[in-house]
Structures are given as structure tokens and as C-alpha cells.
């Protein structure tokens, strides 16, 4: 079943075997348990060393070996410290304390290492870690691994063990994969993971469609309402319309803002727009297409909103000049808005700074994640009642 390195061979039929001063790379391909097995990162490392050391001794196989646990450790941690997290935000926080702290490196470049044959740690771990850099799935980590060539079974279980810290195995892979192993191996791995404190193949797996789920459906809030034609967005152009005109009430067909107070929230606000935006949103947003869900008109008091396919009117914001700019004092939001997804009067605010703040060219990206924050603070909110 498999075989070992010359000097490793020795080593295990020996009587009284020593360490050998290795640094070779299967100080890394082992070590993968005691990161799975020990919730704590506190004495982690003193583990690594005495489980390398009694072959591997020298320093560069010791730090192959715990740059390895760091990485599968920091990647478990985050899936367990954050309800929601995206696979490319584990991939680059998880492995940055391994890369940067054991002093490696992942600019490595692909005609540098296809089909090189290094059995080293040094060798070896930097190039799982790029491998990790370039993935995004299990299967398609251990395809790169693999395709790499040369010591691909050494690299390939090096990064497996990382892989699986971030994006789990996908169950017909490990059932597959169980398949081929002999009765006694099998029961090794089962009694392992039936003791082992990371209890997240299954919980990964979940988080990894409640985070896909999530991000679909944030895609969608924001082509409801972002400003502009998301589709230009993805092409990599402006949403916004040309301004070649100013937008004023008799531009589009609308509903006015509805005067039941049961149907509509009034806030007093305090939202400063600066001389020169104000010059932008004063022209206002006249739709150029059925994918842009915004029309806005702007006159010597009040910035109006409204749903472009239905004319309903969401937002009308009171605003007068001072020294510094020009002061939002008063928000009136349309209860209505929740047909969208916009619950609450602290979301419908946001969504209003977003919509602004993009319109006169502002940094649209962190003015959405602040209305992102404002909703999903509210879906918890209800969730909890439920």
C-alpha cells in the first residue's frame, strides 16, 4: 500500500530509531491531525515540533510542519467565529498568518514549479499555499495540485488537508475515496473523526449554502435597488444615465408620497451633501432602460425618489443651504418599500445614503454594505422573535 522515502523506510524498521535531520516534505503531508485535533492554537506548535522531530529535526521541516496547522487551524477558526463568510475571504485571511509568519512566499509562477520534483518543505509548502490562492472549490484544488506533476501525491495531500479546512469534501468524493482504503485504515479515519473537537465537514458544508444562498440573494436586492442599469455594471460601465438633460416631475409618470402616516415613516435627519454632488443629483435620474429601477427629480427643496416601473414614490427628502453644503434635515420613506426587500426605517435611511451617494459619484460600494449591515441587522432582529 504506497511506499515511504529511503531514509523514512529505514526509520520505521528500525530498533531504535533517531531522528535524521529531514527536511523533506512529508514533515507537511502528516502533520494535518493535530490541527483537526486540537480546537486551541495555544500549544499547537509544541505539539508539531514532537510530532516532527522524531524524524524530521531539522528547523525547515519543523516549519513546514506548522505552517501547515496554522493555515488548516486559522481556516477552521474562521468558519467557526463568523456566521457568514466567503470562501475567497477564508482562503486569503486564513492563510496569511502561515505565509507571513514562517517567512514564505506565493509569488511563485506556474513554468517555476510544472513538473519540478522538490521534496523539501521549503519546496513544497509555499507552492500548496499558491495552489490554495488559485482554488476555488476542493475538487478543484486537489486537480491543480495534482496537474503540477512530479511529488503530485505529497503536494496533493498537502493541500487536500487545507482544502478541506475551507470548502469541506464533497460527500461523494469521500465516500469514493473511502472505497479504495483497506478495513483497518477505515477504521482508523472513523475513530479519528468520532473523537476529533472540529466537528464542521457537515457544518461547512451548510455555511457553504447559507453563504451562496446569501449572496444570490444580495445579487438580487441589488439589481431591485442599486441605482442605474446593474447589467452595465457587470460589463464593467457606468450604471448611471447620461445627465444630458434635468429631470423634473413631468419626466416620468409617478404617485405621490402617500399621506396616511400609517403608510410612512418621517425622520429627522442630518445627511450633508457637498456643493458639487449637489450640482450632480440637481440633474437628477431620468432612466435610459427598463433594467435601471430609479427615477429622481430634484427642485429648490425636496429630492425625490421613486420606483421608475411603478412611479411609487419611496423616498422624499427636505434639504436646505448652509455654509458647508447642503443639509438633508427631514426623510419621508414609503412603507411600501418592503415590497422590495427594504424593511424598517434604519434600512429605508440607508438605502436613501446609498442611492445619493452613488448618484454624485461617491464610494457606492460602502455606502451599499452600510445598507446591507442596516437589513440584515433587522432580519436578525425578526429572526430572533421568530
Same mark, same amino acid.
Given at each position: 500500500?504506497?511506499?515511504?522515502?529511503?531514509?523514512?523506510?529505514?526509520?520505521?524498521?528500525?530498533?531504535?530509531?533517531?531522528?535524521?535531520?529531514?527536511?523533506?516534505?512529508?514533515?507537511?503531508?502528516?502533520?494535518?491531525?493535530?490541527?483537526?485535533?486540537?480546537?486551541?492554537?495555544?500549544?499547537?506548535?509544541?505539539?508539531?515540533?514532537?510530532?516532527?522531530?522524531?524524524?524530521?529535526?531539522?528547523?525547515?521541516? *519543523?516549519?513546514?510542519?506548522?505552517?501547515?496547522?496554522?493555515?488548516?487551524?486559522?481556516?477552521?477558526?474562521?468558519?467557526?467565529?463568523?456566521?457568514?463568510?466567503?470562501?475567497?475571504?477564508?482562503?486569503?485571511?486564513?492563510?496569511?498568518?502561515?505565509?507571513?509568519?514562517?517567512?514564505?512566499?506565493?509569488?511563485?509562477?506556474?513554468?517555476? #514549479?510544472?513538473?519540478?520534483?522538490?521534496?523539501?518543505?521549503?519546496?513544497?509548502?509555499?507552492?500548496?499555499?499558491?495552489?490554495?490562492?488559485?482554488?476555488?472549490?476542493?475538487?478543484?484544488?486537489?486537480?491543480?495540485?495534482?496537474?503540477?506533476?512530479?511529488?503530485?501525491?505529497? !503536494?496533493?495531500?498537502?493541500?487536500?488537508?487545507?482544502?478541506?479546512? *475551507?470548502?469541506?469534501?464533497?460527500?461523494?468524493?469521500?465516500?469514493?475515496? !473511502?472505497?479504495?482504503?483497506?478495513?483497518?485504515?477505515?477504521?482508523?479515519?472513523?475513530?479519528?473523526?468520532?473523537?476529533?473537537?472540529?466537528?464542521?465537514?457537515?457544518?461547512?458544508?451548510?455555511?457553504?449554502?447559507?453563504?451562496?444562498?446569501?449572496?444570490?440573494?444580495?445579487?438580487?436586492?441589488?439589481?431591485?435597488?442599486?441605482?442605474?442599469?446593474?447589467?452595465?455594471?457587470?460589463?464593467?460601465?457606468?450604471?448611471?444615465?447620461?445627465? #444630458?438633460?434635468?429631470?423634473?416631475?413631468?419626466?416620468?409618470?409617478?404617485?405621490?408620497?402617500?399621506?396616511?402616516?400609517?403608510?410612512?415613516?418621517?425622520?429627522?435627519?442630518?445627511? #450633508?451633501?457637498?456643493?458639487?454632488?449637489?450640482?450632480?443629483?440637481?440633474?437628477?435620474?431620468?432612466?435610459?432602460?427598463?433594467?435601471?429601477?430609479?427615477?429622481?427629480?430634484?427642485?429648490?427643496?425636496?429630492?425625490?425618489?421613486?420606483?421608475?416601473?411603478?412611479? !411609487?414614490?419611496?423616498?422624499?427628502?427636505?434639504?436646505?443651504?448652509?455654509?458647508?453644503?447642503?443639509?438633508?434635515?427631514?426623510?419621508?420613506?414609503?412603507?411600501?418599500?418592503?415590497?422590495?426587500?427594504?424593511?424598517?426605517?434604519?434600512?429605508?435611511?440607508?438605502?436613501?445614503?446609498?442611492?445619493?451617494?452613488?448618484?454624485?459619484?461617491?464610494?457606492?460600494?460602502?455606502?451599499?454594505?452600510?445598507?446591507?449591515?442596516?437589513?440584515?441587522?433587522?432580519?436578525?432582529?425578526?429572526?430572533?422573535?421568530?
Amino acid at each position: 500500500m504506497g511506499g515511504y522515502g529511503g531514509r523514512f523506510a529505514q526509520w520505521v524498521r528500525s530498533d531504535d530509531p533517531e531522528p535524521y535531520g529531514s527536511f523533506g516534505n512529508g514533515a507537511a503531508m502528516r502533520i494535518s491531525p493535530i490541527a483537526w485535533f486540537s480546537l486551541n492554537a495555544i500549544g499547537q506548535m509544541d505539539k508539531v515540533e514532537m510530532a516532527t522531530a522524531c524524524t524530521h529535526n531539522h528547523p525547515e521541516g *519543523i516549519k513546514g510542519a506548522q505552517a501547515v496547522v496554522t493555515a488548516i487551524h486559522d481556516c477552521l477558526e474562521m468558519h467557526h467565529l463568523y456566521e457568514y463568510i466567503g470562501h475567497d475571504e477564508i482562503v486569503n485571511h486564513g492563510l496569511k498568518r502561515a505565509i507571513h509568519h514562517f517567512g514564505y512566499s506565493i509569488d511563485i509562477k506556474l513554468e517555476d #514549479v510544472h513538473n519540478r520534483f522538490d521534496e523539501t518543505c521549503q519546496g513544497t509548502v509555499p507552492v500548496a499555499f499558491w495552489i490554495i490562492s488559485q482554488s476555488d472549490s476542493f475538487e478543484d484544488a486537489i486537480r491543480k495540485a495534482v496537474s503540477l506533476g512530479a511529488d503530485a501525491d505529497t !503536494l496533493g495531500a498537502i493541500v487536500g488537508s487545507i482544502a478541506e479546512a *475551507i470548502w469541506g469534501i464533497p460527500e461523494w468524493m469521500k465516500k469514493k475515496a !473511502l472505497s479504495y482504503l483497506p478495513k483497518d485504515m477505515r477504521d482508523v479515519l472513523t475513530a479519528f473523526r468520532k473523537a476529533c473537537p472540529w466537528k464542521l465537514t457537515k457544518k461547512i458544508a451548510k455555511k457553504r449554502e447559507e453563504t451562496e444562498q446569501k449572496q444570490t440573494f444580495q445579487a438580487i436586492m441589488h439589481w431591485k435597488l442599486g441605482l442605474g442599469n446593474f447589467n452595465k455594471v457587470l460589463s464593467g460601465e457606468s450604471p448611471l444615465p447620461d445627465k #444630458v438633460k434635468t429631470a423634473t416631475a413631468n419626466d416620468w409618470e409617478t404617485t405621490p408620497m402617500p399621506d396616511d402616516p400609517n403608510e410612512v415613516s418621517e425622520l429627522p435627519f442630518d445627511f #450633508v451633501i457637498p456643493v458639487e454632488a449637489m450640482d450632480i443629483i440637481r440633474k437628477g435620474h431620468i432612466p435610459e432602460a427598463m433594467e435601471d429601477h430609479w427615477f429622481m427629480y430634484c427642485d429648490d427643496e425636496y429630492i425625490r425618489y421613486y420606483r421608475s416601473w411603478t412611479g !411609487l414614490c419611496a423616498f422624499e427628502a427636505h434639504y436646505t443651504k448652509k455654509e458647508d453644503g447642503y443639509h438633508v434635515d427631514n426623510l419621508r420613506i414609503n412603507h411600501a418599500l418592503a415590497e422590495f426587500g427594504t424593511n424598517g426605517d434604519e434600512a429605508g435611511a440607508a438605502l436613501f445614503c446609498h442611492l445619493i451617494v452613488a448618484e454624485s459619484g461617491g464610494n457606492s460600494e460602502a455606502s451599499w454594505q452600510n445598507y446591507l449591515q442596516a437589513w440584515d441587522k433587522l432580519n436578525k432582529k425578526y429572526s430572533k422573535k421568530k
